[in-house]
């Protein structure tokens, strides 16, 4: 089995089976490594330019449905483009990033990929894409639809403030105070604060702290 055909196995686990040929071509053509990664509560995936002559690097959370996944990889992916194109001195996510996001995405907007609720979704979201989906809340709940494994998580938004909940990666919190899309949590065992969106799924326990 060549690197392609390996790239093809791995990929078609985590996005539509219709989109794996594309996307493992992509890793050829841009030469980056994808990682799999475990949930990350405060992002989705990200990527890094290369150093010291590593590849280009692209992690993405293992537990993304396959719209999600697919989603976010584009996202990335259009991080890449962006960076071979106009080098490390643009905005993150300013006109560069989106031009490129826009471009790269446009070959999934069909129904051999997506659902329609999913491609109308896009569609809106595409005309001036956010740094998250998360930012944009009907994109959002319409990917989370067609979550499989997550029947006992809850929006961190519907939880009340001091409710204790936990990430998908069994780190618990303390729900304090909201800041505009997001609230200030405070993690249990070390006492830190971290700044989680309203729109991140969390599992609440029912404990004391006392």
Not at 4 to 15: A, G, T
Not at 115 to 137: E, G, H, Q, R, W
Not at 169 to 183: A, D, G, H, L, M
Request: charged content about 25%; some cysteine; proline content about 4%.
């Amino acid at each position: 089995m060549n690197q392609l055909e390996r790239n093809k196995s791995v990929l078609v686990k985590y996005i539509p089976e219709s989109a794996v040929n594309t996307i493992a071509e992509w890793v050829y053509l841009f030469d980056f490594k994808l990682k799999i990664k475990r949930s990350r509560a405060s992002k989705y995936g990200d990527y890094r330019p290369p150093v010291k002559g590593q590849n280009h690097l692209i992690t993405i959370n293992h537990d993304l449905n396959k719209y999600a996944f697919l989603v976010t990889l584009v996202h990335e992916i259009a991080h890449l483009s962006a960076w071979k194109k106009y080098g490390d001195h643009i905005q993150s996510h300013g006109r560069e990033w989106k031009q490129e996001y826009r471009i790269l995405l446009q070959p999934f907007l069909n129904e051999t990929v997506f659902p329609d609720d999913i491609i109308s979704s896009l569609k809106a979201y595409m005309v001036d894409p956010a740094a998250s989906v998360c930012n944009d809340t009907r994109l959002f709940r319409v990917l989370n639809k067609y979550n499989t494994n997550a029947t006992d998580l809850h929006l961190l938004e519907d939880l009340p403030l001091q409710a204790i909940f936990e990430t998908t990666n069994n780190e618990k919190f303390i729900k304090q105070k909201k800041y505009r899309t997001r609230y200030l949590c405070t993690k249990i065992s070390t006492k830190e604060e971290y700044l989680f969106h309203g729109l991140s799924q969390v599992k609440p326990v029912k404990e004391s702290l006392n």
